[in-house]
């Protein structure tokens, strides 16, 4: 499996993102997909989730009503939309992939994709 992130970048506080997920050499059904993300000096953090057709979603109180999770199993591309971007946002998100949902431990992760939010 190999997962592929794209989407990062610099903005400033409040403004917006929508970070990209492909897979490939996988069925991508068969997998819920998740973000996960690392700041600076901190462990790495769950952010969100979503099953495998994307009937169901799971996401971190921290950003609950700002991000939303979904996929397009057509184009194996599960996305991250971020909205109302805040400086504690920043660090590099992960995408991952697992056989269960939900689930905080992923069977594979992809590259990160480095997300600065600047005040």
């Known amino acids: 499996v190999q997962l592929q992130a794209s989407g990062g970048g610099s903005v400033q506080a409040g403004g917006s993102l929508r970070l990209s997920c492909t897979a490939s050499?996988?069925?991508?059904?068969?997998?819920?997909m998740g973000w996960f993300r690392q700041a600076l000096g901190k462990d790495r953090e769950f952010v969100s989730g979503?099953?495998?057709?994307?009937?169901?979603?799971d996401i971190e109180a921290s950003v609950k009503g700002r991000f939303t999770v979904s996929r397009d199993n057509a184009k194996k591309t599960v996305y991250l939309e971020m909205n109302s971007l805040k400086p504690e946002d920043t660090g590099v998100y992960y995408c991952?992939?697992?056989?269960?949902?939900?689930?905080?431990?992923?069977?594979?992760w992809g590259q990160g994709t480095l997300v600065t939010v600047s005040s």
């Open positions: 050499g996988v069925t991508f059904s068969n997998y819920a």
């Open positions: 991952a992939a697992g056989r269960t949902f939900p689930s905080r431990k992923p069977d594979y």
């Open positions: 979503i099953s495998f057709h994307g009937v169901y979603s």
